[in-house]
């Protein structure tokens, strides 16, 4: 870092005190997320310096694998798959690979913002009565929904789907307790942050069936998985890829590169995180 102007990082690089101080005199690091949880904001703004971020870019997109998550942990696909490619289909069954309906059932969305509302959008294609707990809930998602407390959403929705920041807050949010109020036959996705989830506890409450089965594209201490995790049938995995095709990924590099040239420029970054680093600066 010694010597460098700016920084563009990626949501895998932890921006901490120390990494600051080594690069002191850079005035940007440009996140390539929309989540910056792996940034100490309140270091940089002490340092004065600036964080960017990509948001709005990647809302659809993410929206669309939850969905895919979604989808995939109700119909047992991957389940599916393995099985046809075994030779372990001979024909069908009126038993086989058994899944629960998506159409009409109730969908519980745990955090309303952007990425929130785009998958409840989703869900009137599929005549879901739709549920919403914590803040930053639009006008768009309470036309569609209706909001209560995540106990009455744990416990009534068929699929639970978190989009959450990383907070201390939210730590967690979803844990042992939580986990036991959901239906036994309810999905859970999460596409927000892996420490959002007790990945512990998730484990011990597919393998008692506690919950029907899940979907997961973050984890907790990523890239590895909690013991036990990947040998389960009832789980969906995949690599953190929510914002995975061509199109949106160019699209944040673009906007981290748009960031990062503004602030070595001196000007104001069209996505800042710490506006209060211009406010010292201007003193």
Not at 223 to 250: D, F
Request: charged residues 25%; proline residues 5%.
């Amino acid at each position: 870092m010694k010597g460098r102007d700016g920084v563009l990082c990626l949501l895998t690089d932890t921006i901490d005190a120390g990494i600051l101080d080594a690069a002191k005199g850079a005035r940007v690091f440009a996140n390539y997320a929309v989540g910056y949880d792996n940034v100490d904001v309140r270091a940089a703004t002490k340092r004065g310096v600036l964080v960017t971020n990509t948001p709005g870019v990647l809302t659809e997109t993410a929206a669309d694998m939850a969905w895919t998550l979604v989808m995939a942990a109700a119909r047992r696909i991957v389940e599916g798959d393995r099985f046809v490619r075994k030779g372990r289909f001979h024909g069908w069954g009126p038993m086989i690979l058994l899944g629960v309906d998506v159409c009409g059932s109730t969908l519980g969305i745990v955090g309303p913002g952007h990425i929130g509302t785009a998958v409840a959008r989703r869900a009137q294609g599929f005549g879901m009565t739709v549920l919403y707990a914590g803040p930053g809930s639009s006008d768009e998602i309470r036309r569609i929904g209706k909001e209560t407390t995540l106990d009455d959403l744990l416990r009534r929705s068929d699929f639970v789907t978190l989009h959450v920041p990383l907070t201390e807050e939210t730590r967690h949010l979803i844990g042992e307790r939580e986990l036991r109020l959901m239906k036994p036959s309810a999905i859970l996705v999460n596409t927000s942050r892996g420490p959002v989830l007790d990945e512990k506890a998730l484990v011990r409450a597919l393998k008692d069936h506690a919950i029907g089965g899940a979907g997961l594209d973050v984890y907790e201490e990523e890239p590895a998985l909690a013991p036990g995790l990947a040998k389960l049938e009832n789980i969906v995995l995949t690599p953190h890829a929510a914002s995975a095709t061509g199109a949106t990924r160019g699209k944040m590099a673009v906007i981290a590169a748009t960031n990062l040239l503004a602030a070595l420029r001196g000007e104001r970054p069209p996505n800042l995180v710490n506006p209060g680093v211009l406010g010292r600066r201007e003193t």
